[in-house]
Every structure is written in C-alpha cells, then in structure tokens.
DNA sequence: AATATGCGTAACCGTATAGTTACGCATTAT
DNA sequence: ATAATGCGTAACTATACGGTTACGCATATT
C-alpha cells in the first residue's frame, strides 16, 4: 500500500477540534513537531491533561508519535481535516451571499407565505 | 446597529458542530427554513432530542428561530462557520504539501537531528 | 547499579452531553 | 368552550469530558 488515499472517521475529527486546547496543540504542531512534555509546557494545565488530549488527537489521526528515546514526537496530520474543509465548502456559498439582503428576504410577506406554506403542507405526518 | 459585523464565540461554534446529528440538522437546514417539528422527523432520536440541539445551535447562532403561529420556524445562519473556516485555512497549505515527501522527510536522519535538538536544548524547563 | 527524566495510565471528581418520558403553555381548529 | 397541535422544558439516566494526583515503566544519566 503506497500512498492510497485514507479516509477518517469525520465524527473523530470533529469531536477532536471541539476543545480549545486541543486546536491550539494542532496550532502548536504546525510550528514543528515536539515532544509531548515540551507540549504541555505551553499550557497552564497539567501534563497528564495534555497527555489525554493527545491521546484524542491520535485517534482522530490529525497527530502521529513516534518514540524517539525516551521522548515522544508528535507530528501534525492534517489530512483528516480535508474532510472538515469539504464539509464547510457547502456553506461557503452562503455567506458569500449578502446576509442583509437575506435578513429582509426573510421579514417579507413573501418568505412569510412560504412559512405558511412549508408548515401547511408539510407533505408528511398523515 | 446595522449590519454592524458580529463576532460569535468561536468556542461554542466548534463546540455545536461536535456532534453529527447537529451538523446533518445544518445540512437539512441549507435547503431551507423549517419549523422545529419538521427537522425532528427527519430524525431517528425523539422530538424533545432535537428541541436539545436547536437550543445548542441557537447558542452558538448557527440558527435563528421566529414564531411563526404555534410554529418556530429555524433558519441557517452561516455567519458562525466563517471562523472555522479561517481556522481551518492555515492548514490548507499542509495538505497541500506532498505528504509523502513529508514522511521520507520525518523519517530522515536531518529530521532525526532536530527532533534530538528540539529535545536537547528546550530553551526552557531550567 | 542507582538515580533522574519523559510520559502514558489509573483512579477519582465535577460537569456537560445526548437521550428518554412526562408535562405545560400557546396557538389553532372544531 | 373544548380539543388538538407544536414545541420547549423539567427531571432523570448513562456516558464522555477535562481536570487533578498518584503511580509505573522505559530510557538516559552519573
């Protein structure tokens, strides 16, 4: 197996770029890889937290370690975030729109029908 | 205020799109506005769980809700995604980089080196 | 050989999720 | 006026976080 592409759990991915801390490591890790110690120096929260949040990154597979001695490098992986760039590249389209315009296309009588009509034929629920 | 830009806590944007039955509700949403009940029938989880993730959305204002009768009408707003979406861009050109030319690197004597200079002179820890 | 260092894991705690069912309050329909 | 509908919230449960301290195991140092 030379170079096929790898698909990621995107539910993985996501759940790994819900806290903070963990983003800012990925942010720490595009700088260059470090050891986990060095790591957690970066944080005001105790080494063993960052050890857990690590360990979340690694199943996310958007870090990869490798024993070096007694210290672990970490290496950023961002290939699992091409898949949360394809999610949002739906939504580009749309704040690309003028979101004023949005706003009153929504207050007007017009959307208001349409309201009307989506709950009046809801094509479903007998 | 008009059109003022607003600012949304990038925390809670990412903290939303954690969960997948919530970023499906935003895909259902891009086709259109739809009253709560509507969304929850697109759903295996009961009524009162989604009514859970709308609260969620609405926090994070990746939706705007109106009464429309005895309906609430819920509606896309994009604007939250932005931020992820700039987030995401200093990744892009690491994806773009040939991975594999990336891994022979890693795995070099030349990276092998620095990642023993990165460990020997932490430049901190006394 | 003995000691120090780097780092993951276990055990524990408080809080937030994600789901459930039961309920209540408006609004609409009869 | 009464009944039905739409939907949020409360109360409860199980699980996953995010943090802590204590511990253990390699690897390096002296």
Not at 92 to 116: C, H, I, P
Request: proline share 6%; glycine share 4%; hydrophobic share 35%.
């Amino acid at each position: 197996m030379r170079n096929r592409s790898v698909t990621y759990s995107t539910e993985n991915t996501f759940r790994a770029l819900a806290d903070p801390t963990r983003r800012a490591v990925l942010d720490l890790l595009r700088k260059g890889s470090q050891p986990a110690g060095q790591i957690a120096e970066a944080f005001p929260v105790s080494r063993p937290a960052i050890s857990k949040h690590l360990r979340l990154l690694r199943r996310a597979h958007l870090v990869t370690e490798q024993q070096r001695g007694r210290h672990r490098m970490y290496q950023l992986n961002p290939a699992p975030l091409k898949a949360v760039d394809s999610w949002l590249a739906d939504y580009r389209r749309y704040w690309q729109m003028n979101l004023a315009n949005l706003k009153t296309f929504v207050e007007s009588e017009y959307a208001r029908e349409l309201g009307e009509n989506a709950v009046k034929n809801p094509s479903s629920k007998k």
